[in-house]
């Protein structure tokens, strides 16, 4: 049952789109999983040639820019780019990246190695933890 709930009470809202090469978007994380990839068409899971899962990591939050709920699906290279970000920032194992800023650019495209395959998108990212407000003291 916990996992129905989890389904109807799951922060979220549109996914990011980037419309051209030098688009920032920006997101206040408030919910981050690692979820499985699938097909956009069929909804099947996808796996890659072994039988492994493929994965992605799904960042839930605000647009710090427009107050909107929005998603981030990071995977490939955008996701290489995420990573980058977290360890620019000193992220470790055991740190929280809810109430941080994720900001990912859309910097250019890559021909692909595949006759007939679209360019693959290249990224760049930068993370910022969220900042502790001490109150007063007593």
Same mark, same amino acid.
């Given at each position: 049952m916990s996992d129905i709930i989890g389904e109807l009470t799951r922060p979220g809202g549109p996914s990011a789109k980037w419309d051209a090469v030098g688009d920032v978007r920006r997101i206040t994380?408030?919910?981050v999983e690692k979820r499985q990839v699938t097909d956009f068409v069929t909804g099947e899971p996808q796996t890659w040639p072994n039988g492994d899962p493929k994965w992605q990591f799904v960042f839930s939050g605000t647009d710090p820019d427009t107050g909107d709920e929005t998603r981030f699906f990071c995977k490939g290279f955008q996701? !290489?780019?995420v990573k980058e970000a977290l360890r620019a920032a000193g992220v470790t194992a055991g740190d929280t990246l809810t109430g941080g800023t994720l900001a990912i650019k859309w910097t250019g495209e890559?021909?692909? %190695?595949? %006759?007939?395959m679209s360019p693959a998108k290249t990224w760049s990212a930068q993370y910022k933890a969220a900042?502790?407000?001490? !109150?007063?003291?007593i």
């Open positions: 994380i408030t919910d996701l !290489g780019a890559e021909p692909s %190695k595949t %006759k007939g900042t502790a407000v001490v !109150g007063d003291l």
